[in-house]
């Protein structure tokens, strides 16, 4: 399971398909009947060359993608619907063709759609927790260099490719074994839902169901003919794209005025796509964003140009309008991730209590944060037919606990010997004590994320630059630790919380959790190796975080993190510590009203802005914001005119938008690459200039036949 990345909100729980409703409680309707005259594969079985050799190909793919919503926005939907579906497609049709040649394979089950989509997402989401969109990037000098402050060799690190490849290497595979011995206690004792790693698990389960197949063959072919269309879109786009401010996607779509405020229809498959998935809150949310920032503060701020800040500072300078724009979407970041880390830990304590006391299954129905408790005796007697077939397979192929303390102390131990030679302002005393508070992290996300299906590995990661930004000070490094020990954090907080979401998954659909282990290893350990090579490619082709088609808002926010953590407010503009409040505290007051709205089921509670979609356009602009409302407006309209079609399909048009616009992006890096330029520049103007450029080529001698 991927995590939003910053500004997503709540990633929505993958949608699965029609078929693929809820398994009811009573044993009168029960899935796994269904299956039971069906062998079921043991462990190994279930993890097949033709599986991994899928993965690889399906988890470069969506690499891509990812990286580049990484480095454009920022916000990263879910692609889980995107990997259970191609999966099953691939497989299917890689079955198929070796049966007409006459060969007959092994037959594609539930488990190995269940190891191929856990081994894709695995992958994939390196190119999230890697950090190559925040902390990787912002060590960088193409990101230092648009601060004043910290631009020393102790404070810039410039990305090599096989450095990042060990770093990842060392933290990205700690997080799994940090969890494995809290799988049984999380799925079993606990219950806990983890909403998308059961939808996953409710669409895979539907596609190998006769009905099931027929509907993933209609959306893969609705997937497949999106796709399509937005690549040929994106390659068209490119051959005007010429220069600076050229092509569709700097269109003034609402005039001059509007297009200089960066409010204007980019032409974005990608964003219509990401619109399409996005809960219409946050698309809403968006949109209030942009207005409030782009529309109302900034020109207000500009307008003191010279009184509250120097006029001749450049646009990037963190003492001018710039400091503004990244440190209030810092301060409303800062507030929203802290409300949600309190609740979230108030939510695990209380659910905690309530279990450890025997008073869940009492108080559940009239208090707040109340889960289901522990299975008794008389809880364990009732379980449905489907229950007991998923324990019993859950608890048969384990992982031995003494292995999984094992590793993690073998490995948090090469760490400490080896991250300091990679990132040297970190010390090992300063490893030692992220290994030995990590898991601790690791268990509070993860059941966070079982409760509420948020993960806020990224909060974690924020906490860590300030933590050892602070101790260790601008002058030794603070700002290349800070953001380092905040990879280290995400690296072992995300992929526990994934892992135990996958063992959720692999729970519903009679997955052996060895299985579930084995490929989110291999998964993650192809990630390791592919999402640094595909952000190599996006960082020699472009000038990633001063290029407009690729800005890298989070890598300049997450610098502007370890700044304020090492160097403290001093360096702020003038008014701008009064906004960062104010707006903190706004952040603040949204969560509690939106918190105490759905505690009350309030009807407002449906249209209660989310404050961390309110302030990524804070800092990037509303271009991608208007593409995103598009994506919903096509969607309402869509499900008012066929809502079942809409329901059905509109996933499928989604991933193919995104997925088709994502991967043109690898040979148009390679035709930057080889220095090969689109043929014409379109480009719009207003009528004034119009008439200059005119009078100017006037002036031009005419060319000889």
């Not at 691939?90 to 079955?95: G, H, Q, V």
């Not at 933290?171 to 059961?198: A, D, E, Q």
């Not at 782009?294 to 009184?307: L, N, V, Y």
């Not at 009064?578 to 505290?585: G, M, Q, S």
Request: charged share 15%; aromatic share 14%; proline share 6%.
């Amino acid at each position: 399971m991927m995590e939003p990345e910053e500004g997503a909100a709540p990633a929505p729980a993958p949608t699965p398909a029609p078929a693929a409703a809820p398994v009811p409680p009573r044993e009168a309707i029960s899935l796994e009947k269904a299956f039971e005259g069906k062998t079921l594969p043991t462990w190994n079985e279930q993890i097949t060359v033709r599986a991994v050799v899928v993965s690889a190909g399906l988890g470069t793919f969506l690499s891509f993608i990812v990286m580049k919503l990484n480095i454009t926005s920022g916000i990263v939907p879910s692609l889980n619907v995107s990997a259970g579906l191609l999966a099953f497609f691939m497989m299917k049709t890689w079955t198929s063709a070796l049966e007409r040649c006459g060969v007959f394979p092994r037959p594609f089950t539930r488990q190995e759609n269940t190891v191929v989509q856990t081994c894709v997402i695995s992958c994939s989401s390196i190119a999230f927790s890697g950090g190559f969109g925040t902390y990787i990037l912002g060590m960088s000098r193409k990101i230092a260099k648009g601060f004043d402050e910290a631009n020393n060799t102790m404070n810039v690190e410039e990305p090599s490719l096989w450095r990042v490849m060990a770093y990842l290497f060392l933290v990205s595979f700690v997080g799994l074994f940090s969890i494995v011995p809290l799988r049984k206690i999380m799925i079993i004792s606990y219950r806990l839902t983890y909403p998308s790693g059961s939808a996953t698990a409710h669409l895979i389960n539907s596609f190998h169901t006769p009905q099931g197949a027929i509907q993933a063959k209609q959306q893969v072919s609705i997937l497949f003919k999106s796709f399509l269309g937005s690549f040929l879109w994106s390659m068209f786009q490119w051959f005007y794209t010429a220069g600076d401010s050229c092509g569709f996607g700097s269109f003034p779509t609402f005039g001059m005025e509007a297009y200089n405020r960066r409010f204007y229809f980019d032409f974005s498959a990608t964003y219509v796509g990401v619109g399409m998935i996005c809960p219409y809150i946050i698309n809403f949310s968006l949109l209030i964003g942009s207005i409030i920032s782009w529309g109302i503060m900034w020109p207000f701020i500009e307008s003191k140009r010279g009184d509250w800040y120097d006029a001749n500072l450049p646009n990037s300078s963190l003492h001018g309008l710039n400091g503004y724009q990244v440190f209030i979407s810092i301060a409303m970041i800062m507030g929203d991730g802290l409300f949600n880390f309190f609740s979230i830990l108030f939510r695990t304590s209380y659910d905690m209590y309530l279990k450890r006391t025997g008073r869940a299954k009492a108080n559940a129905a009239g208090v707040p944060f109340a889960g289901a408790g522990l299975a008794g005796a008389n809880e364990r007697q009732a379980l449905s037919f489907d229950d007991r077939r998923r324990t019993q397979i859950f608890l048969k192929d384990q992982i031995p606990t003494v292995v999984a303390v094992g590793a993690y102390v073998a490995l948090a131990g090469i760490s400490v010997l080896a991250i300091p030679h990679i990132f040297r302002q970190l010390k090992p005393k300063h490893v030692v004590w992220a290994y030995v508070v990590a898991p601790i992290f690791a268990f509070c996300n993860a059941y966070g994320t079982g409760l509420t299906d948020w993960s806020l590995s990224s909060s974690y990661g924020k906490l860590a630059i300030f933590i050892f930004g602070a101790n260790i000070g601008a002058k030794d490094g603070g700002v290349i630790a800070g953001l380092a020990a905040c990879g280290l954090m995400m690296g072992i907080v995300s992929t526990a919380s994934d892992l135990i979401q996958d063992f959720k998954t692999g729970y519903l659909t009679l997955t052996s959790p060895r299985a579930m282990f084995v490929s989110q290893v291999i998964g993650t350990g192809i990630g390791c190796i592919i999402s640094p090579t595909v952000f190599w490619i996006f960082y020699q082709a472009y000038d990633i975080g001063n290029d407009e088609g690729y800005p890298a808002p989070y890598a300049k926010i997450y610098r502007g993190i370890a700044l304020l953590g090492t160097n403290g407010w001093d360096q702020l503009p003038k008014y701008c510590l009064r906004f960062c409040a104010a707006f903190f505290i706004l952040a603040i007051a949204i969560c509690a009203l939106k918190e105490v709205a759905n505690n009350k089921t309030w009807w407002i509670r449906d249209y209660i802005p989310s404050a961390l979609g309110m302030a990524v356009p804070f800092f990037l602009g509303s271009f991608f914001t208007i593409d995103m409302c598009v994506g919903s407006l096509i969607l309402y309209m869509w499900s008012k005119s066929d809502r079942l079609h809409a329901q059905m399909f509109a996933p499928a048009v989604a991933s193919g938008l995104i997925c088709g616009d994502g991967i043109w992006s690898l040979p148009s890096s390679l035709l930057s690459l080889g220095n090969v330029e689109p043929p014409m520049c379109l480009r719009v103007f207003d009528a004034d200039t119009n008439y200059e450029v005119e009078q100017f080529l006037s002036t031009l001698p005419i060319p000889a036949a």
